[in-house]
């Protein structure tokens, strides 16, 4: 079988890939109110990005407005969906259920956009055992085996900085492909490995510092 | 009094700002184990960042390191929490208390990094009333009079996007002065008002569509 002829893989360019959440947020926002038709003038009104970069940035997906008319609501939110992966199960598991990794097992948003958390891991024996809104928790000398039980190729990990990179290791090991990086270390991996960070305590320093400058203006 | 005397603002560009936390993560597992001085080699070898450019970021706050022993690690973790602002106290409203405002009420990451979640608001009656952690939920059209009590001025936004810019403008009516915006929803605000945007769930679309590019290889 020809894979190449049935995955059509596009590659963006990131800020693109960026953008395309901000689009499918609004225009998720309008088909919910039953509005028909959108132009790139009015995305680009709302959201602050210019009307062309939109309209470029949505011709990647082979999406295309219609002169006067513009693009076709219900089904933008369909391709965007579609394309972001939104709407495919990706199974992951949880590694650290300190306080962060907790409060991720709990948020239900996740797995509205695809990620579902289906077990969690931690070296605390009295949290290992236990389970958050039915969700297992396992010790993580279990990480490896239980990876060949449920297939998983995401990690998403929440544990103390010092143990960022040996946790990030023993998923690797283990067979994950992917790690979504909460903690602000900078973990080391083989080029296959997926990292994506999202340091949301490295984001309050930014907005600290904005306010600092505000208030010196 | 004169102001700029005291307050020595450093601007600083956004990647270093960006930077900064990466830094103070791996120092400060340093410091925990008790290790002295740290070269900046050393740190680009752990976090794969240029030597050259952690030496230039660092030196916009004014440290330095010494010839052939590097930095002091102790007083470089303090210099770095001090200019990020994690140790200053920041009160907080959280606005949204569904899945992911619930559950970054309950994350106590947050006051280690200088945010104090002090109350938290929802349209919903069921909700408002109640407490989270001892923070008390109050109706969304409480929020100008608790600002006035509370004194508080960044607001948590975890609302459904279609919420978003209503309850921003909320916000901002109510004397609120910086917006953490955990919406995929680009917000419009008045210059003077800091957003900062940290759309977890668009991280997830990046990680997905690294995959998909890895399992194309």
């Known amino acids: 079988m020809n894979e190449t002829k049935n995955i ?3 590659i963006l360019p990131e800020p693109t890939l960026r953008r395309l959440p901000w689009y499918l947020a609004y225009v998720k926002m309008l088909d919910n109110q039953n509005i028909e038709y959108v132009s790139s003038t009015q995305i680009a009104k709302e959201i602050n990005v210019d009307a062309s970069q939109i ?3 949505l011709s990647f997906l082979n ?3 219609k002169t006067r008319i513009g693009y076709e609501v219900h089904s933008l939110v369909r391709e965007l969906v579609d394309f972001l992966g939104f709407k495919r199960k990706h199974r992951a598991f949880m590694i ?3 306080s962060l ?3 991720l097992m709990q948020d239900v948003g996740l797995a509205q956009y695809g990620l579902n958390i289906v077990a969690g891991f931690d070296i605390n024996e009295d949290i290992a055992g236990k389970s958050i809104c039915g969700v297992p928790i396992y010790h993580m000398n279990e990480l490896k085996s239980r990876q ?3 297939g998983v190729s995401i990690a998403v990990l929440a544990v103390p900085v010092e143990h960022a990179q040996d946790a990030a290791n023993q998923a690797i090991a283990g067979g994950l492909k992917a790690i979504w990086n909460f903690t602000p270390y900078r973990i080391k991996a083989p080029t296959n490995i997926v990292i994506q960070n999202t340091s949301i305590y490295s984001h309050l320093a930014l907005m600290y510092n904005r306010m ?4 010196n203006k």
Chains 1, 2 share one sequence.
């Open 8 to 10: 059509q893989k596009i």
């Open 55 to 57: 309209a470029k940035d």
């Open 63 to 65: 999406i295309k407005g």
């Open 96 to 98: 650290g259920v300190g």
């Open 101 to 103: 990794g907790a409060a």
């Open 148 to 150: 060949e039980e449920y």
């Open 212 to 215: 600092d400058d505000m208030n």
